[in-house]
């Protein structure tokens, strides 16, 4: 009988072993991956500060723009018709650079922010041919020398074209193995500025 018990009793235990090893090895793949997914997640973290460094002195630019569009509308509003083009023109880059500031938004508010110098400096070259801005000699130094200097000012794409290179390299980053893994963790791809035509910035300069 007691043969019969521990003949009995010895698959118990194999089965038993086999189950734990099962349970260790579950257990130590589980903790490998969380692991990887941790690391990867900090990792790509970390990679993105130099994107959102990139998009502050983008928001910085943008805002250099949006004050100087307020003080030529400023001036132009006293010899020019509210609903002249090239005032509607500079209102509606204004507007759409004052736009939420939501990350979805950005390409239209930077395609805005590129198309304002043009349309600033075709504002600027009607209002010094204004008669009424010549007999004042306030607004004629306004239109002729501080205005050009805050338009030139911000009409630089360096800030534009450091966001896009930071931006798209995070990117291509993230569909590596390990951006997938990030990705799984919540870590998002960056906005990026493709469709900000090399012409639309050229543009600006």
């Known amino acids: 009988m007691s043969e019969n018990t521990s003949s009995a009793e010895k698959p ?21 991956v969380c692991a990887l997914l941790n690391g990867a997640s900090k990792a790509w973290k970390k990679n993105r500060s130099s994107v959102d460094a990139a998009y502050v002195v983008l928001e910085e630019n943008l805002q250099q723009r949006v004050e100087t569009a307020y003080n030529l509308l400023t001036v132009a509003g006293r010899y020019l018709a509210s609903d002249d083009s090239l005032i509607a023109a ?5 507007k759409t650079m004052e736009s939420a500031g939501a990350s979805a938004d950005m390409e ?10 043009t349309d600033a400096q ?3 070259k009607a209002l010094s041919g204004n008669q009424a801005v010549q007999n004042d000699s306030r607004d004629k130094m306004y239109v002729e020398l501080m205005l050009p200097q805050a338009v030139e000012q911000c009409s630089g794409t360096a800030a534009m074209e ?7 390299s995070y990117n291509d980053g993230l569909r590596s193995f390990s951006g997938f893994l990030a990705r799984l963790t919540g870590v998002s791809f960056a906005p990026t500025l493709e469709t900000v035509s090399s012409s639309q910035s050229a543009a600006a300069e």
């Not at 930077?110 to 198309?115: E, H, I, L, Q």
């Not at 450091?162 to 798209?168: F, G, I, K, T, V």
């Open 90 to 94: 500079v209102k509606s880059d204004l």
């Open 162 to 168: 450091s966001y896009r290179s930071a931006s798209q």
């Open 12 to 32: 118990l235990v194999k089965e038993k072993k086999t189950l734990d090893y099962r349970i260790a090895l579950a257990i130590m793949i589980v903790m490998i």
């Open 122 to 124: 075709s504002l600027l």
């Open 108 to 117: 239209t508010r930077v395609k805005a922010g590129y198309s304002f110098p």
